[in-house]
């Protein structure tokens, strides 16, 4: 069965550096999201992208981040200037399209500002 | 503006007893509702979905939840809990005006031998 892949599994990172996490959607989705989960937090929506631009953000996704798909496969999340408080689990999510369309996630990517 | 409350961060039953783990929604619009299942390290991955058909609806590894409009309400059941059920488990909300999914905080499934 087809799934969305995220890499790497585990990223640490000095606070202020830019990270870019990268994830492989599934091939015929047109719909690309990523959310993050502080640890202990809910699952938190941070964008949604379709037709190579973004079709809605939360209040969290400001100008520290930046999504891109770069080619015909990859999507990129971009966290420019990390903080402490960007420590969380990172989620990818494809779905075909219409809102009733589960998503498919990936494993995610721990991330680590030290 | 849409919500998700799950009753219950913790849930412990005995292996082969009735799991019933709690999601109350909010929506302004017509909802559809997901459960997902997160296994240690692990995304998450959908359990079942409600998209406007059958109120009931049965998901894989023998979960099912009713959708109850006038209680607002889309429980998750399972008869027999196995002690693979283990995980943690969310309620998600989403609807035609918007793609993003709203999850509950979760709920932490224990089985007991």
């Known amino acids: 069965e087809p799934e969305v892949t995220q890499t790497p599994s585990h990223q640490v990172t000095q606070m202020g550096q830019e990270v870019i996490l990268r994830c492989v959607p599934i091939?015929?989705?047109?719909?690309f999201y990523w959310y993050r989960q502080i640890l202990g937090q809910k699952v938190e929506f941070l964008v949604s992208?379709?037709?190579?631009?973004?079709?809605?953000k939360s209040e969290i996704f400001d100008d520290q981040f930046s999504v891109e798909r770069p080619d015909g496969s990859n999507f990129t999340l971009k966290i420019r200037s990390t903080k402490l408080e960007d420590s969380a689990m990172y989620f990818c999510?494809?779905?075909?399209?219409?809102?009733?369309?589960?998503?498919?996630f990936g494993d995610g990517t721990r991330l680590s500002i030290l | 503006a849409q919500s998700v409350t799950q009753l219950g961060s913790h849930v412990s039953v005995s292996e082969g007893a009735l799991v019933l783990l709690r999601c109350n929604y909010s929506?302004?619009?017509?909802?559809?509702l997901f459960w997902y299942v997160q296994y240690p390290n692990q995304g998450l991955q959908l359990l079942l979905k409600?998209?406007?058909?059958?109120?009931l609806v049965k998901g894989i590894n023998g979960f099912e939840a009713e959708f109850k409009k006038s209680e607002t309400s889309f429980h998750l059941t399972k008869p027999s809990a196995h002690m693979s059920d283990a995980a943690e488990y969310f309620c998600?909300?989403?609807?035609?005006?918007?793609?993003?999914?709203?999850f509950g905080s979760g709920t932490r499934l224990l089985v007991r031998p």
């Open positions: 999510a494809s779905s075909y399209g219409y809102s009733n369309q589960p998503q498919h």
């Open positions: 998600a909300v989403t609807s035609d005006s918007s793609y993003k999914l709203i």
């Open positions: 409600y998209t406007s058909a059958a109120t």
């Open positions: 929506s302004s619009v017509p909802p559809y």
């Open positions: 992208f379709y037709n190579n631009e973004i079709s809605e």
């Open positions: 091939s015929n989705h047109l719909y």
